[in-house]
Nanobody
Framework: QVQLVESGGGLVQPGGSLRLSCAAS????????MAWYRQAPGKQRELVAR???????NIADSVKGRFSISRDNAKRTVYLQMNTLKPEDTAVYYC?????????WGQGTQVTVSS
């Protein structure tokens, strides 16, 4: 099982920025497909961004141009840079790791965008 610990959430005003981090355990981190999902109250969990072992990325249309995902394999960490935040970005953000026999989630970090 991969342990995932998210950090970096908080309260930010509309138009502001946050960077989320997800630190992972395991020596095979560089092989994992890492992703960020989010879940707002009363809504289903949705994919925000994904990055594979080749650093190819997929970004949800709702955040394209504002959010970016990156990874540092030496630190076993994946990042979600969130710019120009909107109130509709308010959600719990979860980190996910996928690989052969791996499908693990972090505990989530709250992001609240409000004035």
């Amino acid at each position: 099982q991969v342990q995932l610990v998210e950090s970096g959430g908080g309260l930010v005003q509309p138009g502001g920025s946050l960077r989320l981090s997800c630190a992972a355990s395991g020596s095979l981190f560089s092989a994992y497909v890492m992703a960020w999902y989010r879940q707002a109250p009363g809504k289903q969990r949705e994919l925000v961004a994904r990055i594979n072992s080749s650093r190819s990325t997929n970004i949800a249309d709702s955040v394209k141009g504002r959010f970016s995902i990156s990874r540092d394999n030496a630190k076993r960490t994946v990042y979600l840079q969130m710019n120009t935040l909107k109130p509709e970005d308010t959600a719990v953000y979860y980190c996910n790791a996928k690989w052969i026999g791996v499908d693990d989630w972090g505990q989530g970090t709250q992001v609240t965008v409000s004035s």
